[in-house]
């Protein structure tokens, strides 16, 4: 797989490398977040912004230079190996673009080129899923397992996988745009892809209250007219939602349950397809609420498996885990 990615070869010179510091940055739907760190996945310094209101490709940009200002304040530039992204997707990763990003209104953006040009360094760019999965086998519980599959659950719903040791990339390096996988064959919510049926637009952070109140019109229709917690609460989040269903509202329960259904389906034709020893899941919707969404695929999986079950846990990186592969990729590429 060597040069199929050209512009993703960290330097070998030996002043940089004697430093063994990386810039990483995880830009995601809702907010990037930037370190400075070590070979050894230590976090020395660490900064965010946030990227709801963000409307143009240079605007986005410039939030992200200054990002960058702020975590490398104190940092020389020759103190740094080289800069890894994990992005949001989907990319163009031999030509080192951001093509659509899911969830934000951008179009083709030359991350690569731009931070080759703002830091002097070779930039490593990897979908943010992917990206996850590399730090967890690197830094987390992958350590001690050749074959792993990681799941993000946040704003949406992104993947990566580690097989035989080697990151799964795809022509693109879009390889496990696991959101993205049919899970409703009857196609009856629509993703903000604008494709029908898709797993994040039942299971993602953005997802949840959509499809929640495509439920509660459901039973209010057929003619289930009790109380709910959710009747109160306008609008919608994925936090209200989850917080009524631990509170035990039956009409959050119930829409619990379909959700546990459709992450049962998502795991169930990862853990087929890949056969991996084990699946991480990370992302502020899974790890913030792990009874709720982790523990029922815990329970109910291998019951659902023609094949030995892989152990399924939360990512012992937490939210850190794009962040960390990012960095991992500069110091081991995965290509």
Request: net charge neutral; aromatic share 6%; glycine share 12%.
């Amino acid at each position: 797989m060597a040069g199929r990615y050209p512009y993703h070869r960290p330097s070998s010179g030996k002043g940089e490398l004697a430093a063994r510091l990386a810039l990483a940055l995880d830009i995601g739907a809702s907010r990037a977040r930037a370190c400075i760190g070590t070979d050894e996945g230590h976090i020395l310094s660490r900064a965010y912004i946030e990227l709801r209101d963000i409307s143009t490709n240079e605007e986005f940009l410039n939030r992200l230079e200054g990002l960058v200002g702020r975590v490398c304040s104190g940092y020389s530039m020759q103190e740094i190996v080289g800069v890894g992204i994990g992005a949001i997707g989907p990319l163009d990763a031999r030509e080192g673009i951001i093509r659509a990003p899911a969830n934000l209104p951008l179009r083709n953006i030359n991350i690569v080129r731009h931070f080759r040009d703002l830091t002097g360094k070779q930039v490593v760019l990897l979908n943010d899923g992917n990206a996850a999965a590399w730090g967890e086998f690197i830094y987390g519980a992958g350590r001690q397992s050749q074959d792993l599959v990681h799941v993000s659950m946040g704003t949406g719903i992104g993947g990566g996988a580690v097989i035989d040791g080697r990151l799964v990339l795809g022509k693109d390096g879009n390889a496990l745009e696991i959101g993205h996988m049919i899970v409703d064959v009857e196609l009856t919510l629509t993703c903000g892809c604008g494709q029908a049926g898709h797993w994040e637009a039942y299971c993602g952070g953005a997802g949840i209250p959509r499809f929640a109140q495509h439920e509660r019109e459901r039973v209010r229709r057929a003619g289930e007219a009790r109380e709910s917690l959710l009747d109160h609460i306008q609008p919608l989040s994925s936090e209200s939602v989850l917080n009524a269903a631990r509170a035990g509202d039956w009409l959050a329960q119930r829409i619990m349950d379909r959700i546990t259904h459709y992450n049962l389906v998502g795991a169930v034709n990862l853990a087929h397809i890949f056969d991996p020893t084990l699946i991480t899941f990370g992302g502020a919707v899974a790890l913030r609420n792990s009874e709720l969404i982790i523990e029922p695929i815990r329970r109910e999986l291998p019951r659902r498996l023609m094949l030995r079950p892989p152990a399924i846990m939360a990512s012992p990186l937490g939210e850190d885990a794009t962040l960390l592969g990012a960095l991992a990729s500069v110091f081991r590429p995965p290509f």
